[in-house]
């Protein structure tokens, strides 16, 4: 793939090589860890049954972390929202959510869960009870239409003015546009939109924000409405797949650059590193297999990209397309920006890659949990790059894991890494039919954190295949006590 381009007087060239490379001071950031972080004990997992044929709605599940509890891997608490068909998808918290020695921690104690499909948006107290949560708001689909004239809601972070900002990937009728929607920090009431309408990008998804840099940066996502009808190959080079990421004027919410990271690369996860100082981070294409490094470039306050990572496709018989994409779904950082992680949905491998100061990861560790190129599958692999035989199921405590790995999320300490298998239930229920019917997993992954390496702990699976209301599809996850997928507030 070509590199990045300019057009239109707004796109910029990729800079390949790193100056303007910054990272915080490591004795400064070593101290924000000196501390011994608390290990996560309980986990809190968005649930859907959309697109599964059962008729119940979405849950959050509280799961018990604590390898001391007779509960252990187990959904202990089930909050049910009033309605169908939500899809909650992505989960973030509400203000004042840092890193972990700011003291932010103690103070999590609302959980935002926007929804993907219904564009409701739902808040939930977590802080009277962390282990049996309770919906304290929820703004209507209709309050977003009218006031921002905004739906399909993703990705939620609190901003340093103690708002919460919630992005969007399209408009109500499904077309696509981007941008973000306002929360209030304290009554979570509806503000209206962030940025300026005329600089709303044609698709959004994810983003991240550095405050110390004043800049944010966000991805570009899907047109809901074509999305929405499944994966089709003809939807390619018409414009359906976004391919943009956008660099913002944090104080003054204005687009200031946008990067053309190849048609139909589908750039979804963006994450900037931990460190308060740090002036660089890493987006993942779903479609291209790339991962791009974009970091602060000698040019005051200019911005710069470069591919730094990238999977290569299968070629493969028996799938909906003769090359298999490597699909990445999620990334998510280590605490002491060491390690990047990464999910390819799928050919079903979880990546951790260190970081290391040339700019340029090294793959020290890589472990499969499903995916489509599975030994005696329907799919056979004609030609791989990486691969000499294609990878055997995986079986956990009796339970055959269908499924790509899709979401992410990692311990405070580094050395447990969680992972579900829900991208997305339309998705879901095209590529992975098994998954629907058989449900969802939470898998846990032991990280060798000093050489790197990736091990399924065979004791640890919960299986939402055998929820109560019949089998559902899982896929945020996020720890009260601090994650690897909190922003870092000045």
Request: glycine share 10%.
């Given at each position: 793939?070509?590199?990045?381009?300019?057009?239109?007087?707004?796109?910029?060239?990729?800079?390949?090589?790193?100056?303007?490379?910054?990272?915080?001071?490591?004795?400064?950031?070593?101290?924000?860890?000196?501390?011994?972080?608390?290990?996560?004990?309980?986990?809190?997992?968005?649930?859907?049954?959309?697109?599964?044929?059962?008729?119940?709605?979405?849950?959050?599940?509280?799961?018990?972390?604590?390898?001391?509890?007779?509960?252990?891997?187990?959904?202990?608490?089930?909050?049910?929202?009033?309605?169908?068909?939500?899809?909650?998808?992505?989960?973030?918290?509400?203000?004042?959510?840092?890193?972990?020695?700011?003291?932010?921690?103690?103070?999590?104690?609302?959980?935002?869960?926007?929804?993907?499909?219904?564009?409701?948006?739902?808040?939930?107290?977590?802080?009277?009870?962390?282990?049996?949560?309770?919906?304290?708001?929820?703004?209507?689909?209709?309050?977003?239409?009218?006031?921002?004239?905004?739906?399909?809601?993703?990705?939620?972070?609190?901003?340093?003015?103690?708002?919460?900002?919630?992005?969007?990937?399209?408009?109500?009728?499904g077309n696509g546009k981007g941008g973000f929607v306002v929360l209030d920090g304290e009554t979570f009431e509806l503000k209206g939109n962030w940025e300026n309408e005329?600089?709303?990008?044609?698709?959004?998804?994810?983003?991240?924000?550095?405050?110390?840099?004043?800049?944010?940066?966000?991805?570009?996502?899907?047109?809901?409405?074509?999305?929405?009808?499944?994966?089709?190959?003809?939807?390619?080079?018409?414009?359906?797949?976004?391919?943009?990421?956008?660099?913002?004027?944090?104080?003054?919410?204005?687009?200031?650059?946008?990067?053309?990271?190849?048609?139909?690369?589908?750039?979804?996860?963006?994450?900037?590193l931990h460190s308060p100082e740090a002036a660089e981070g890493y987006v993942g294409c779903a479609l291209s297999g790339a991962i791009f490094r974009f970091y602060k470039?000698?040019?005051?306050?200019?911005?710069?990209?470069?591919?730094?990572?990238?999977?290569?496709?299968?070629?493969?018989?028996?799938?909906?397309?003769?090359?298999?994409?490597?699909?990445?779904?999620?990334?998510?950082?280590?605490?002491?920006?060491?390690?990047?992680?990464?999910?390819?949905?799928?050919?079903?491998?979880?990546?951790?890659?260190?970081?290391?100061?040339?700019?340029?990861?090294?793959?020290?560790?890589?472990?499969?949990?499903?995916?489509?190129?599975?030994?005696?599958?329907?799919?056979?692999?004609?030609?791989?790059?990486?691969?000499?035989?294609?990878?055997?199921?995986?079986?956990?405590?009796?339970?055959?894991?269908?499924?790509?790995?899709?979401?992410?999320?990692?311990?405070?300490?580094?050395?447990?890494?969680?992972?579900?298998?829900?991208?997305?239930?339309?998705?879901?229920?095209?590529?992975?039919?098994?998954?629907?019917?058989?449900?969802?997993?939470?898998?846990?992954?032991?990280?060798?954190?000093?050489?790197?390496?990736?091990?399924?702990?065979?004791?640890?699976?919960?299986?939402?295949?055998?929820?109560?209301?019949?089998?559902?599809?899982?896929?945020?996850?996020?720890?009260?006590?601090?994650?690897?997928?909190?922003?870092?507030?000045?």
């Amino acid at each position: 793939m070509a590199a990045p381009r300019k057009s239109g007087g707004s796109f910029r060239r990729a800079v390949r090589s790193s100056p303007g490379s910054v990272r915080g001071s490591p004795a400064r950031f070593e101290r924000a860890f000196v501390s011994p972080a608390p290990r996560e004990e309980v986990a809190y997992v968005t649930c859907t049954y959309r697109s599964t044929g059962i008729d119940q709605p979405d849950f959050l599940a509280t799961v018990d972390l604590n390898p001391r509890s007779c509960h252990y891997g187990q959904v202990i608490h089930r909050l049910p929202m009033p309605n169908l068909k939500d899809e909650l998808h992505c989960a973030g918290w509400g203000p004042v959510c840092g890193c972990f020695d700011s003291g932010a921690a103690s103070k999590r104690t609302k959980l935002v869960l926007p929804c993907l499909i219904s564009s409701r948006i739902y808040v939930v107290d977590v802080g009277s009870q962390c282990r049996a949560p309770r919906i304290c708001k929820m703004i209507e689909p209709v309050d977003v239409f009218w006031k921002c004239n905004k739906g399909y809601l993703s990705v939620t972070h609190p901003l340093p003015n103690g708002d919460v900002l919630v992005a969007n990937m399209g408009d109500p009728a499904g077309n696509g546009k981007g941008g973000f929607v306002v929360l209030d920090g304290e009554t979570f009431e509806l503000k209206g939109n962030w940025e300026n309408e005329c600089e709303a990008p044609p698709t959004g998804y994810d983003f991240w924000y550095q405050a110390r840099h004043n800049v944010l940066v966000s991805s570009a996502g899907m047109v809901p409405k074509v999305a929405g009808r499944g994966f089709n190959p003809d939807d390619l080079k018409k414009g359906v797949f976004g391919r943009r990421l956008n660099v913002w004027n944090l104080s003054c919410r204005s687009l200031t650059q946008c990067f053309d990271l190849g048609e139909d690369s589908l750039p979804l996860t963006v994450r900037f590193l931990h460190s308060p100082e740090a002036a660089e981070g890493y987006v993942g294409c779903a479609l291209s297999g790339a991962i791009f490094r974009f970091y602060k470039s000698c040019e005051r306050d200019n911005w710069a990209v470069e591919e730094v990572i990238r999977i290569p496709a299968k070629d493969v018989s028996g799938w909906i397309m003769p090359k298999m994409p490597a699909f990445i779904a999620d990334l998510v950082i280590s605490q002491d920006d060491r390690f990047l992680y990464v999910s390819n949905w799928l050919h079903g491998d979880i990546r951790q890659y260190e970081l290391s100061r040339n700019c340029k990861p090294r793959l020290v560790g890589q472990v499969f949990v499903g995916g489509s190129i599975l030994r005696g599958g329907p799919v056979t692999v004609c030609r791989d790059e990486e691969l000499k035989c294609q990878p055997e199921p995986l079986v956990v405590k009796c339970k055959r894991v269908y499924g790509g790995p899709a979401s992410l999320q990692l311990s405070l300490d580094g050395k447990r890494l969680y992972v579900t298998n829900s991208f997305y239930s339309t998705w879901d229920r095209q590529f992975y039919p098994s998954l629907v019917k058989e449900g969802s997993v939470m898998l846990q992954l032991d990280v060798d954190t000093d050489k790197g390496g990736l091990t399924v702990n065979k004791n640890f699976l919960v299986d939402f295949g055998k929820e109560p209301n019949g089998p559902c599809l899982a896929h945020e996850i996020r720890f009260p006590g601090g994650d690897a997928k909190s922003v870092t507030l000045p």
